[in-house]
């Protein structure tokens, strides 16, 4: 009995390998399955550590995109404003320019008027200076004939008081 014995134990110890070695093996291939389910856990982790970096990091670049933006759109308000403003100006200056405009078109007008007079007076200031020129000399001539006149009145009224005179002594002295 003790070889059988010793067989029944050769037997039972070769089971037991057997059965320790597919345990063993079921084992390994756990251990394997867990390690590589382990890895794939930590290369998930990491990716997803990594992509709540990025989160973080696109998140923050949002949040500094976000605020440019804003700023961006208070210039862009402030710039349509002076812009307005500016056009607002430029049209007023414009309508000021265009009234100036007018006014000195108007005053253009009114100084090729008064030129156009002062040329029509010079013309007839020479006109009447050539005429009162003319009718001084004819001024002159007349008051000489008239002297001249006078003087041959004078002359004849002499005469005849002269020859009345004579007639007057003929006929007192035939009397």
């Known amino acids: 009995m003790s070889v059988e014995n010793g ?20 084992l390994d291939a756990a251990l394997k399955a867990s390690e590589a389910t382990t890895r794939r856990i930590i290369t998930i982790e990491t990716e997803l550590a990594r992509h ?8 923050q670049d949002m949040a500094s995109l976000e605020s440019t933006l804003t700023t961006s759109s208070e ?7 002076r812009a307005k ?3 607002t100006g430029r049209s007023a200056h414009s309508d000021e320019a265009l009234a100036l405009e007018a006014e000195i078109q108007a005053i253009d007008a009114e100084t090729e008027t008064l030129r156009e007079r002062i040329t ?4 007839e200031a020479r006109t009447l200076r050539d005429e009162n020129t003319t009718l001084k000399r004819q001024l002159r001539t ?29 006929t007192l002295s035939n009397d």
């Open 7 to 26: 067989d029944r134990l050769q037997q039972i110890q070769t089971e037991l390998a057997a059965v320790l070695e597919d345990r063993m093996a079921e």
């Open 52 to 59: 709540r970096a990025e989160k973080a990091h696109y998140e």
């Open 75 to 81: 210039q862009i308000e402030s710039l349509r404003a």
């Open 85 to 87: 403003a500016a056009t």
């Open 120 to 123: 029509t007076l010079q013309t």
């Open 142 to 170: 007349l008051e000489d004939n008239v002297a001249q006149m006078q003087a041959a009145k004078a002359e004849l009224r002499s005469s005849l008081s002269a020859m009345t005179a004579k007639a007057h002594a003929v």
